[in-house]
């Protein structure tokens, strides 16, 4: 049986045996040009903005791995013709602030000693707040929301005082302790607004489910919000990590000398006013103390993206 | 709206003067309702009707604003959803996403602190039921959505409750499936015989499932009957035209009496209404609407009897099994089934005949059903 007489569409819409039944002009995929004034306009303004930004971190690493008779010749921009890293060996251990001279080193371990808690109780009582706040609606919830959303908007400075009299009522002042429990009121807000965003945006009837399976406010938030919300607790991670460990304010107020931060000791280095200015240990100080946020941005920055987009979308 | 006063213990579900609001708006309003054991009833309207809202005072999600709610003879009305005995589906399946299928179904049972062969012993005769035992260790993500809504129905199935609650269940899935589910959940509740309360805003789905259907409109339940009266009797003009696809033909006229029959006018035409069973006597003058479902119109060889009219071919819609004709008469534009067999031309003159015993009369100010 011929084979046209069956499918009589196909076999009228074909030309010839051999034929291809495409005429000359258009087709397929449109050609871009890859110099398109448009590529230019945008690769151009990218790397324009990239350079930029690259362009002072260049500076500060081909610093540090000068020694101060070429730092003097004065060429910031040409690479060292001898690389050294003796500036950051004492940038980390021989540097002086005040009386002490173990350098950074010091002040890194502090930071890390006030980091890592307060980023901890800070993310477990907001995530625990974002959640109440998103899921069990409580009669004067939206006014407590709110309030704590105006808390963000207060400048620190104004705060300084009463809270250097409360910690020194509480005995905590000049304390690690008291500078932890600085840190985690203040982020509380906006970390608070994150978690809440987060657990808004996840279905309510996951919730509604497991209320009629019984699950009570502990057992919801920890067995189903918990597992589903890692990209959101990466988010505050980085957030609080970065903004605590970059703290100066708060720093230099409520420590003392041998329980300042990093920020702090760094600052007390660079700006000695005393003796020479060793550029190259200041620059290697500087990246030795923002290298610990970069860390952990390039560790979860993917994570970040999904868990700012997550929170971003709805809420 | 409807008071239906049934003897206590014959209730699965009792719903009794129910109110909700939110702020100012009140989404029910002096609610009742009551649902034998064993049934299945379906929850219709279309969205913003109140019925999901309903479903989740039951269930216990939403505190009503004033009025009780009893499951199994007992005041549930302050008790946590947990302990109403109910299990709910949801439309969106709700199934925890980092749990295998297997720790879905039984996390009710282990919250309840459950003793371990007991939970094996429901996981095992629940998924035997959905037929889902390969998918046990699979997470939701692995599944398709058929799947999905079984294993969100086995999560109900595993509680033992008395209540199924199904929270427009099908409407997240594609028509196909939808019509395969919709099997499965009435064979479900055959073998199981639950009592199951059921909200859709799907005509078909209701007609299909339900013992009875609750029809409602802005907080109130409009109809409460078996599928059959509710197509058939409509009790107001909004369950009819709610009811029936393609859609009731309403006719806008008065009637009047012609010799001793009494006549439906509409535009200078006359319908003898011979054949209307109306529960009240039909005064001449009145303003009345005439519903007519397009299959209870009968054209040329379908006539069996009646007044018989002429009118004019204006559209015709072939849709397979049945033939749609749109027709003009009397000024009005009306749908008529007829077999997907019979075609005719657009202009062509039919004879019609309205089947009045199965036509509904409603006043044209209340709406009412007369």
């Known amino acids: 049986m011929d084979k046209s007489l069956t499918m009589p569409i196909s076999g009228a819409a074909i030309s010839g045996p051999a034929g291809s039944r495409l005429e000359a002009g258009p087709q397929g ?224 107020v409520f420590t003392r000398p041998d329980t300042y931060p990093m920020t702090v000791q760094l600052n007390n280095i660079v700006n000695s006013v005393q003796g020479v200015k060793e550029y190259n240990v200041n620059m290697a100080a500087t990246l030795l103390t923002g290298a610990v946020p970069l860390i952990v941005y390039f560790v979860s920055g993917r994570l970040f993206v999904r868990g700012i987009a997550a929170g971003a979308v709805k809420g | 709206m409807l008071n239906n006063v049934s003897t206590r213990t014959q209730s699965s579900v009792s719903i009794r003067e129910l109110s909700l609001s939110f702020g100012s708006v009140k989404v029910l309003e002096n609610l009742n309702l009551d649902i034998h054991d064993g049934e299945f009833l379906v929850l219709l309207g279309s969205s913003g009707c109140g019925k999901s809202t309903l479903l989740n005072c039951i269930a216990g999600l939403l505190e009503p604003t004033e009025g009780q709610i009893f499951i199994k003879d007992k005041n549930v009305t302050w008790e946590e959803p947990k302990d109403r005995g109910i299990g709910m589906v949801f439309q969106s399946y709700a199934l925890y996403p980092q749990m295998t299928v297997e720790k879905n179904l039984s996390f009710g049972l282990r919250v309840a602190k459950v003793p371990r062969d007991e939970i094996d012993r429901r996981v095992a005769r629940a998924s035997g039921i959905l037929q889902i035992e390969p998918l046990l260790k699979r997470k939701p993500s692995e599944l398709s959505g058929g799947q999905r809504q079984r294993v969100a129905i086995g999560r109900a199935l595993v509680r033992d409750v008395d209540v199924f609650l199904f929270d427009e269940p099908l409407s997240n899935l594609d028509a196909k499936l939808r019509s395969e589910l919709r099997v499965e959940i009435k064979r479900l509740h055959q073998a199981l015989k639950n009592t199951m309360i059921y909200v859709t805003h799907d005509q078909i789905e209701a007609l299909t499932l339900a013992d009875r259907i609750a029809i409602m409109k802005s907080g109130v339940i409009q109809q409460l009957d078996d599928p059959v009266t509710i197509y058939n009797r409509p009790r107001n003009r909004f369950v009819a035209g709610f009811i029936g696809s393609p859609s009731m033909n ?121």
Request: hydrophobic share 50%; with cysteine; glycine share 10%.
């Open chain 1, 29 to 252: 995929k449109r050609p871009r040009k890859v110099l398109s004034s448009r590529n230019v306009i945008v690769y151009g303004a990218l790397g324009l903005a990239a350079l930029y930004y690259l362009l002072p971190l260049y500076v500060m690493v081909v610093t540090s791995l000068k020694g101060m008779p070429e730092i003097r010749l004065g060429n910031i921009f040409s690479p060292p013709m001898e690389i050294t890293f003796e500036p950051w060996v004492k940038a980390w251990a021989q540097a002086c602030t005040g009386l002490n001279c173990d350098g950074l080193s010091r002040g890194f371990w502090n930071s890390v000693r006030i980091t890592v808690p307060s980023v901890i109780v800070s993310i477990a009582i907001a995530s625990v707040n974002g959640y109440a706040l998103a899921n069990w609606r409580f009669k004067g919830s939206e006014i407590f929301f709110t309030i704590l959303i105006v808390g963000a908007f207060i400048p620190y400075q104004v705060m300084i005082y009463p809270i250097v009299i409360v910690l020194r009522e509480m005995g905590l002042y000049g304390t690690l302790y008291g500078l932890i429990l600085v840190h985690s009121i203040f982020g509380m807000p906006i970390q608070t607004l994150l978690f809440r965003n987060y657990f808004v945006s996840l279905p309510e009837e996951l919730f509604k489910a497991a209320r009629i399976d019984g699950a009570g406010f502990w057992q919801i938030y920890l067995r189903i919000m918990l597992p589903m919300s890692l990209p959101i607790f990466v988010v505050s991670m980085i957030l609080q990590t970065t903004g605590i460990w970059n703290d100066f304010l708060f720093g230099v």
């Open chain 2, 250 to 370: 309403f006719l806008k006229g008065e009637l009047a009496e012609e010799g001793d029959h009494t006549v439906f006018k509409t535009n200078g035409v006359s319908f003898s209404l011979d054949g209307y069973d109306a529960s009240e006597p039909l005064k001449p003058g009145r303003q009345v609407i005439l519903g007519a479902r397009p299959e209870h119109i009968k054209v040329d060889g379908d006539i069996t009897g009646g007044e018989i009219h002429e009118a004019v071919v204006d559209i015709e819609e072939p849709m397979g099994a049945d033939n749609l004709l749109w027709l003009k008469h009397a000024g009005h534009v009306m749908s008529v089934r007829i077999g997907g067999a019979r075609r005719y031309a657009v202009g062509a003159k039919v004879r019609l005949a309205f089947d009045m015993s199965m036509a509904s009369l409603f006043d044209a100010g209340t709406e009412e059903r007369i």
